[in-house]
């Protein structure tokens, strides 16, 4: 296959050295463009994650590599046991490159690793909540003044709500039909954030550093083991609680469904809820609050009905934030997590 020229000439400012052998376009993202990149430096093979940021998203990415470079020399220095994230630097010195208007970064590839989309089993969610409580148990040593913010209001439900009411006028009357079943739901539940509302604007949750896009999809998995091998994707380094990791992690492991399909049968795993809940609490209950651990039950709920208005969310004002192969594809990942929602509710 034939090497595209200006993805080559993008990485010659990373790796002026190498030999470009493979460049293979990764599709999993919804807000990043990625590409795996195989390159020949001298008798060695390597391979990089090589990215274009989205900057209408992430306006500051100055401020994200910061963030991961600090946060992967501090779990270094500590004696974190896994893999961190690191930065290529171009030949100027710098962690980004601005090229012809778009900005792109690279990282090292952690090899020997894998990802998956759709939690495997209980045991599989145990050793992922253990592994991430391991990952925050660590980030809890770190000073969070020296965090840089990168997605202002991201954890703010209140902001999300907001935004859901201004999509909500301002939609087509075409969406707003083929959305109605699904709006009629959301609505009818407006009051099930409100508590979590209240916590946040009484600052009763403790403030941590969290990752803040803890699924499953963020996490690599050895080839040989099969067990977790590092956690990825470290541009929504943020402050905020760890209830809202933890809610996002019930909500990416316990949907045993791709996240845009709408069938509402069989999307719930109640085995895969417990442990990943018994994971997570066997690193974090020694640290976690009484406030948070009382309301770890309540936090997947809210995450779950935030996401769903999300997407409800962007499908009403056109799909300008999450990437979309097909036109109904919001609205799909919206129904998808209210079929999640109306399990978790029976609990």
Known sequence: MAINPTLNNIICHFLPQAEVAVISPVADGLINSTYSVEVVLGALRKKYILQKINTA???????????????????KSMNYPHPVLELCETAEGGNE???????????????????????????????????FGQFYTFLNGIELNQIQAVLPNFLDTKSRIEAFQQAFQLATKERLI??????????KHKDLPQKWIQLQQEKRLPVRLIHADPKISNVLFDVTTHQPKAIIDWDTLMFGTILYDYGD??????????????????????????????GFL???????????????PYAPQVIVYIQGLRFLTDYLNGDIYYHCNYPEQNLNRAKNQIHLLQHILKL
């Open 178 to 187: 083929k959305a109605k079943t699904e709006l009629d739901w959301m609505l």
């Open 282 to 296: 066997s690193e974090t209950r020694s640290f976690l609050t009484d406030i948070e651990l009382e309301n770890l």
């Open 249 to 278: 992690m019930i909500r990416s492991y316990t949907n045993t469904k791709l996240e845009d399909d709408p069938n509402p049968e069989g999307v719930f795993n109640v085995k895969i809820y417990y442990a990943l809940t018994d």
């Open 57 to 75: 998203i992430f306006q500051n990415p100055k401020a994200i590599h910061s963030n991961i470079s600090l946060v992967s020399s501090c779990l």
């Open 97 to 131: 490159l601005n090229f012809e208007g778009d900005t792109w970064r690279m990282l090292e590839q952690i090899e020997n690793s894998y990802t998956i989309n759709v939690v495997e089993n209980s045991n599989q969610a145990f050793q992922v909540g253990s592994f």
